[in-house]
């Protein structure tokens, strides 16, 4: 009796402690039947384009300035989850450049990766979803090449993360809260679409 009460404290202690490791929720996206335009569009968003450079972050120099600021607050705020300079600097301009790019605002894009998987570029939740953005491996067999692995490059993630949340803003037409609870496969359920709002909320006021 003593063996299994102490076999379930250590698998509690367990689940806990990996829960701790990544609090990310996890939820898991939904495959579901995509028509053939939409999947072909999806494909298309994947694929086309490059990657963040500064050529492409911004126009003309008032936007340059605007661009900086913000990304200096960004940063500082990421410094203790990433310390290198170096890679903090390259994830913080992906992450812009791919939410422009998918019509999302970039704090939004923050939030949500604070919330699946505290900018863990390796993150696996208990779904198997992967990554920065947490994203369903399905997807690249559904609307990519089928290299799974690439789930863990950050700029691949964000590709597909910010594509796939934009697609179902408009499945959802327009509604958000909708919308997040699709991306974390809990739609209708208040927990996680209001985890990413108040995160979302939270980097809007650090960096305006």
């Not at 492409?56 to 989850?81: D, G, I, M």
Request: net charge positive; charged share 20%.
């Amino acid at each position: 009796m003593a063996i299994k009460k102490y076999r379930s404290v250590l698998v509690l202690f367990i689940i806990l402690f990996l829960f701790k490791l990544n609090p990310a929720f996890a939820g898991a996206q939904k495959e579901e039947e995509l028509t053939h335009a939409v999947r072909n569009a999806l494909a298309k968003a994947i694929s086309d384009g490059g990657y963040a450079n500064i050529e492409n972050l911004y126009n003309n120099a008032e936007e340059k300035q605007t661009f900086e600021k913000w990304k200096y607050k960004v940063s500082l705020r990421l410094y203790k989850r990433i310390p290198n300079d170096l890679l903090r600097d390259d994830l913080i301009n992906n992450i812009y450049y791919e939410a422009k790019r998918a019509s999302l605002e970039p704090e939004l894009v923050l939030g949500l990766i604070q919330v699946e998987s505290g900018f863990k570029k390796y993150a696996v939740s208990i779904a198997n979803a992967r990554g920065l953005m947490q994203v369903m491996p399905f997807w690249t067999r559904t609307i990519g090449n089928g290299d799974v692995s690439a789930l863990f490059n950050a700029q691949v993630n964000l590709r597909y993360g910010c594509t796939i949340l934009n697609h179902y803003i408009v499945r959802e037409s327009g509604n958000l809260y909708l919308a997040l609870g699709r991306y974390n496969g809990s739609r209708g359920q208040p927990q996680y679409p209001n985890a990413v709002r108040a995160a979302w909320d939270t980097w809007k006021k650090t960096v305006y």
